[in-house]
C-alpha cells in the first residue's frame, strides 16, 4: 500500500555528481593495489570505472548480470593462472580491486554505492598489509575525506557540493577526538589472535641464514631499512659498530649455514669493555633473529641467546618490533666453548680449494702458536690487495681459491669466507658472523639508521684460553670501510645505492630530516603497542594500566565527548529576534485568557479578535499589534520601538 | 499486557511525549526526537567490526586508525542526524476544502530557528502514506505539503505525521512523530444533476429556467468581495483598472431553495447530500441566488463563493439526528 520510502537508500539513485565522488574514492584507494596487481587487471579495472562514467554519461542501460558474472569468471581465471591461487591474501586482494569496478558497474542506488563506499575502506585496509607509512596514512585521510564528501551528497542531494564539504568537514572533525582517543586508549593485545594466512611471510629483503658468494653483495645494493637503533649515551665510534647477527657454522664447499643448535641455549658472561644501553626498532623481516652490538650482554624478554651468541626471538618478526639492549663494547670473551661447536667449527668438506689448504699448512707449520697463525692471516689479507667491490665476479668450484689467487676481488662475504676457510684449514676453530656494520647516525635526532646496504660478514676464530676473537679480514684488507662506511670503500661503483653516494650530499640532508620524522611515526603511531599505552597512561599517573583500566578510561572518555558532542547539538543556534519573543510572550498572556492565535491568523486579525475576547485591553492590545506590525514588517526597526514593545507586553495584564 | 499498553492513550501519550493534537506551534523537543541505525548503519557497523578484528590480527596500527576514524565518523553522524530534526518547529497551516474523492492538501510549515540548514527531511503522514521531502535553510522556513485523499465528507483530522531524516551519513534513521490539530473540510462527492423542477422553486413567482438568466447581460456595478471571480469584467479591469462585476438580469429575480426535502426520499443520506452538493455546484454556475435548507439547518438565499463555501460546509458537517 505504501509508497516506496523516498529516504531509503535503495530507492534514491545515484547521480552523475555521486558516482564522481565515488570514482575519485575508488581511484585515490585503488591506486597502490593497481600499482602492485597484474598491469591487464589494472587496466581492465580503471576500464570498467570508465564504462560506468559513459553508461551514466550516455544514459546507457546498466550491462547485464551475466556479462558482469562473465568478466568476474574470466578475470578470476586471470587471477589464478598469475597467482595459482585465490583464495590467497595477494590474489584476494587484487580481486578485491576488480570487484570493485564490477560493483560499480552495477551500481544503480545508494544501497549498492553503500557497498562501494564498504568496498574502499577494505581496499584501504589491505593496503596497510604492504606498508603503513606517512604516506599511506595521508592517502587514508585523503580518501576518507572524499568519501565522507560523497556519502553527504547522496542523503542531500539537491545541496551544493560546497554545503555538503561544510557538513563532512563539520563531521570529520567532531569524529576525529573520538577517534583519537580509540587509538589511545582501545586496549591493545599484542600479536595474531588466529594464525596469519600461509602467505603472510612475504619475500623481504634482509639477512638470510645462508650465505653464499655474491649474496651479501646483493643485498647491500639496497637502501632499504633494517632497523633502527636509539643510544641512551653518546652513539659508539664506527669500529664497535659491529650489529650481530646470525652466526654460520656449516660449510658445504659452497654455502654456509647456520647448522643445527648442538647445545642448548645460555647467556653470556661477559668481562670488561664497556656498556652500551639502546634500543632498537627493528623491521619486521620475517626471521627470528634479532640484532644487537657485539657483545650482547642480555636479552629483551621476547627473545633467547643462540649458542653461538646472537638473538633469537621466540617467533619470528613479524611486526616493526621494538626492544631495549645493553651491549659491552670489547668485552673479554668467556675463554671456554663447548667441545661440539669447536668440532663443528672445524669441519671442512673435502676436495675443495687445494691452494688454500697448502697455504693454511704452510701457515700452522710457520707459526709457534694459534695466535700467530691468525695474525699471518691477517697480515696476509691487508697485503694481498684484494678488490673490494659490489660486483663480484662469479666464482666456481674452489670459491676460496679462485677468490684468493685469480679473481682477487670480492665483498665482505668473499673476504669472511675464505679467512674461516683458511683458518679451519689450519686447524684453528672459526665461524663466520653476519650481521650489520656501522650505521648512519642522523644528526637531527641522533638516531643509527642502519640499511640493508650496511650488510657485513666477517669471521671468529677460537683461540684456545681466550675464547673466540672477532677477526674481520674485510677491515684489514679495505680500512676505509670500517671508518667510512660503504659508500667510501668501494670505488666508484655504480652499483651503489643512490643514496649512499657522497655526491648528493642535499639529498641526504633532507633524508635525515624525513627520516627523524618517520623515526617518530613508527614509534608513536605503528609502534604504539601495550607497553606504549601503558607508558601512556602512567603520564596521568595510572601505573601498570591493565586492559580493564583503559576499558573502564575509555567508557569514561567516550562519554564525556559523547555528552559535549550532544550539548553541542542542543545548542539552539540562532538568538530569537527579541521582537518576535516579545510577540510570543504577548501571544501566551492572552492565550492564558482563553484567547488563542490560529496558526494561520495574522497579527491584525488576531488582534481584532482579541479586543473581541478582552475588551478592557483594547488598547494595550492594539498599540502592542501595531507596533509589532511595524518592527516586524517594516524597513527598519528601531531600538527604542523594540524596548517599548517588550515593555508593552511585560506590562501587558489582559483582563 | 504490552498490547493493552499500546492501546492505552495514557500510556501512548507519555511514550510519544505529546498529547494529540497539539495546536500551535510543535517544537520537536530532542525528547520526541528517536533514533536508531539503518540497514546501513547496520552494514556499516559490520564493517568497522570487520575492520578492527582485522587490525587486531596483523597489528596494523593504520588499521586501528582506520577504524576508529570510521567509528568517530559514525558516532559525529549519529549526533548530527538527531540535531537535522531536533528543535524543528511545525505547525500546520491554513487547509482548503476538498471534496470527497479528492486529496486534502494539508501544508506543514516547518521553521528553522537554527544557523544551519537541515536538508532531506522526509514528511510522511502515517495513514495515507503520503508523502514529501523538503529541505528547510537555516533560519528559514519550508512548507511540506501532503496531499491526503479525502475519502468521505466531513472534517478530515491530518492525524499523525511522521518527520524523518537520514541526513547526513545514512547511517542512522531519526524520526519524530507530530499530530498538528488541522482540519480539512471535506465536501461531499458532489453528484451532478439538473437543479429540482421549477415549481419546486419557493418564495417567488418568476419561473424563468435557471439557466436561461446568466446570459442576460444587465450591467456592471462596483466588486464585493463575495462576487464569484468569473463574474468579474476583467476586459474592462484591464482597460480601465477598475474592479467590476458584471450583473445579470435575473440576478435579483432567480431565486432557488436546494431542500433536503426535494432529494429522493429513497435515496440515503449520504447520496442526498451529494445530491445537494451537485445543485449547489450547479445553482452557483447558473448564477442564481440559492438558499440551502437541511434538517437543523438553514442558509438564506444568496450567490458567490462565500455562499458556496457556507452551503457545502453545511452538507460536509451535515450530522443526522
Redesign the interface.
Known amino acids: 500500500m505504501s509508497a516506496p520510502h523516498p529516504l531509503a537508500p535503495e530507492a534514491r539513485l545515484l547521480s552523475g555528481r555521486d558516482l564522481a565522488g565515488l570514482v575519485l574514492a575508488l581511484a585515490i584507494v585503488g591506486m597502490p593495489h593497481a600499482l602492485r596487481a597484474p598491469w591487464w587487471l589494472a587496466l581492465l579495472t580503471l576500464a570498467l570505472y570508465g564504462w560506468r562514467g559513459v553508461v551514466l554519461a550516455r544514459r546507457l542501460p546498466l550491462p547485464a548480470g551475466w556479462l558482469l558474472l562473465c568478466i568476474a569468471l574470466v578475470a578470476t581465471f586471470g587471477v589464478w593462472t598469475e597467482y595459482r591461487a585465490v583464495f590467497a591474501r595477494i590474489p584476494g586482494i587484487v580481486l578485491l580491486l576488480l570487484f570493485s569496478g564490477l560493483k560499480l558497474m552495477e551500481a544503480r542506488t545508494h544501497r549498492d554505492a553503500a557497498a562501494v563506499v564498504f568496498l574502499c575502506c577494505f581496499l584501504l585496509i589491505t593496503n596497510f598489509l604492504y606498508s603503513q607509512g606517512i604516506l599511506e596514512a595521508v592517502v587514508m585521510c585523503v580518501a576518507l575525506v572524499v568519501l565522507t564528501v560523497t556519502i553527504v551528497g547522496f542523503t542531500a542531494p539537491q545541496r551544493s557540493l560546497r554545503s555538503n564539504a561544510r557538513s563532512a568537514a563539520m563531521l570529520l572533525a567532531h569524529g576525529v577526538p573520538a577517534a583519537l582517543l580509540l587509538f589511545l586508549l582501545f586496549p591493545r593485545v599484542q600479536g595474531p589472535m588466529w594464525g596469519l594466512p600461509q602467505d603472510a611471510q612475504q619475500a623481504v629483503t634482509g639477512l638470510n641464514d645462508t650465505m653464499t658468494p655474491g649474496s651479501v653483495a646483493d643485498l647491500a645494493q639496497s637502501d632499504a631499512l633494517a632497523f633502527r637503533a636509539e643510544f641512551s649515551g653518546p652513539i659508539p665510534p664506527p669500529r664497535q659498530r659491529y650489529w650481530r647477527g646470525p652466526v654460520l657454522s656449516e660449510f658445504d664447499g659452497r654455502t654456509w649455514s647456520a647448522g643445527p643448535p648442538l647445545i642448548a641455549q645460555r647467556d653470556p658472561h661477559l668481562r670488561g669493555g664497556t656498556t652500551l644501553r639502546y634500543s632498537v626498532l627493528l623491521e619486521a623481516h620475517h626471521r627470528p633473529w634479532l640484532f644487537a652490538l657485539e657483545s650482547p650482554a642480555k636479552r629483551p624478554p621476547q627473545a633467547n641467546f643462540s649458542p653461538e651468541g646472537h638473538l633469537l626471538a621466540i617467533s619470528p618478526v613479524r611486526t616493526r618490533l621494538r626492544y631495549d639492549m645493553m651491549s659491552v663494547a670489547d668485552a673479554e670473551p668467556e675463554p671456554a666453548e663447548d667441545a661440539r661447536l669447536l668440532r663443528r667449527a672445524l669441519r671442512l668438506p673435502a676436495g675443495y680449494n687445494p691452494k688454500a689448504r697448502a697455504l693454511a699448512d704452510e701457515w700452522r707449520r710457520a707459526s709457534a702458536n694459534d695466535a700467530e697463525i691468525v695474525s699471518r692471516a691477517v697480515d696476509f689479507f691487508r697485503r694481498s690487495k684484494l678488490a673490494y667491490t659490489l660486483e663480484p665476479p662469479p666464482l666456481g668450484h674452489d670459491s676460496v681459491d679462485e677468490f684468493l689467487f685469480s679473481t682477487r676481488a670480492g665483498f665482505c662475504e668473499h673476504f669472511s669466507s675464505a679467512l674461516v676457510f683458511l683458518m679451519r684449514a689450519a686447524g684453528l676453530p672459526a665461524r663466520v658472523v653476519t650481521g650489520y656494520l656501522g650505521g648512519d647516525p642522523n644528526p637531527i635526532d641522533g638516531i643509527l639508521t642502519v640499511r640493508q646496504s650496511d650488510a657485513h660478514a666477517w669471521a671468529e676464530v677460537f683461540l684456545p684460553d681466550r675464547g673466540w676473537l672477532r677477526v674481520d679480514p674485510t677491515a684489514a684488507a679495505v680500512p676505509t670501510r670500517l671508518d667510512s662506511g660503504l659508500a667510501r670503500s668501494v670505488p666508484g661503483s655504480s652499483a651503489l645505492p643512490l643514496l649512499m653516494r657522497p655526491q648528493l650530499e642535499w639529498l641526504r640532508v633532507m633524508r635525515y630530516n624525513w627520516e627523524a620524522v618517520v623515526h617518530q611515526w613508527n614509534v608513536w603511531v605503528l609502534g604504539y603497542n601495550p607497553e606504549r599505552q601503558r607508558e601512556f597512561m602512567s603520564w596521568f599517573g595510572m601505573h601498570g594500566a591493565d586492559w580493564r583500566d583503559l576499558a573502564a578510561t575509555l567508557l569514561g572518555a567516550m562519554c564525556v565527548f559523547a555528552a559535549a558532542l550532544l550539548a553541542w547539538s542542543l545548542r539552539h543556534g540562532a538568538r530569537p529576534d527579541p521582537v518576535q519573543a516579545a510577540w510570543l510572550r504577548f501571544c501566551r498572556k492572552l492565550d492564558a485568557r482563553g484567547v488563542a492565535r490560529a496558526p494561520y491568523e495574522g497579527p491584525r486579525d488576531f488582534a481584532q479578535r482579541a479586543m473581541l475576547g478582552a475588551p478592557t485591553s483594547g488598547s494595550a492590545i492594539r498599540r502592542i499589534s501595531d507596533l509589532y506590525i511595524t518592527l516586524r514588517y517594516g524597513r527598519d526597526r528601531a531600538p527604542a520601538d523594540v524596548a517599548e514593545l517588550r515593555r508593552l507586553v511585560r506590562e501587558f495584564r489582559p483582563a | 499486557m504490552l498490547r493493552a499498553l499500546r492501546k492505552d492513550p495514557r500510556w501512548v501519550n507519555w511514550f510519544y511525549g505529546f498529547t494529540p493534537p497539539e ?3 510543535i517544537q520537536l523537543r ?1 525528547r520526541r526526537v528517536y533514533i536508531v541505525p ?3 548503519g547496520w ?2 557497523g559490520g ?1 568497522v567490526a ?2 578492527l ?25 549519529m ?2 542526524t ?2 537535522n530534526l ?2 524543528l518547529a511545525v ?4 487547509v482548503e476544502p476538498v471534496f470527497a474523492g479528492e486529496a486534502a492538501q494539508f501544508r506543514l ?1 516547518l521553521e528553522n ?5 537541515r ?2 527531511i ?1 514528511a510522511r503522514h502515517v495513514a495515507s ?1 503520503a ?1 514529501v ?1 523538503v ?1 528547510v535553510g537555516a ?1 528559514s522556513a519550508a512548507e511540506a505539503v501532503l496531499a491526503i485523499p479525502a475519502a468521505r465528507r466531513g472534517r478530515l483530522a491530518l492525524g499523525r505525521v511522521m518527520l ?7 547511517l542512522f ?1 531519526a524520526w519524530s512523530y507530530v499530530e ?1 490539530d488541522a482540519h480539512c473540510i471535506v465536501y461531499p462527492r458532489p453528484v451532478i444533476s439538473a437543479l429540482p423542477a421549477a415549481g419546486t422553486h419557493a418564495g417567488g413567482g418568476k419561473s424563468r429556467a435557471y439557466n436561461a438568466g446568466s446570459d442576460d447581460f444587465a450591467g456592471l456595478r462596483t466588486y464585493h468581495a463575495s462576487d464569484s471571480p468569473r463574474h468579474i469584467a476583467w476586459k474592462t479591469v484591464a482597460r480601465t483598472g477598475n474592479l467590476l462585476t458584471k450583473q445579470f438580469s435575473e440576478d435579483a429575480a432567480a431565486e432557488v431553495w436546494l431542500d433536503w426535502e426535494h432529494a429522493n426520499p429513497a435515496l440515503d443520506v449520504e447520496q442526498r447530500l451529494s445530491l445537494l452538493a451537485g445543485w449547489v455546484l450547479a445553482a452557483e454556475q447558473g448564477g442564481v441566488r440559492y438558499g440551502l435548507r437541511i434538517p437543523g439547518t438553514e442558509i438564506e438565499p444568496d450567490r458567490g463563493d462565500a455562499q458556496r463555501a457556507e452551503c457545502l460546509q453545511a452538507l460536509a458537517l451535515y450530522e443526522a439526528r
Open positions: 495546536r500551535g506551534t530532542h539503518s540497514r546501513v552494514m556499516f564493517t570487520i575492520l578484528l582485522g587490525s587486531i590480527n596483523y597489528a596494523l596500527a593504520l588499521g586501528f586508525a582506520l577504524t576508529f576514524l570510521l567509528a568517530g565518523l559514525g558516532l559525529a553522524g549526533v548530527h538527531a540535531r531536533a528543535l505547525k500546520a497551516t491554513r510549515l530557528p537554527s544557523q544551519f540548514d536538508p532531506s522526509l502514506g508523502q521531502v529541505d533560519e524523518e531524516t537520514r541526513f547526513p551519513l545514512d534513521r498538528p
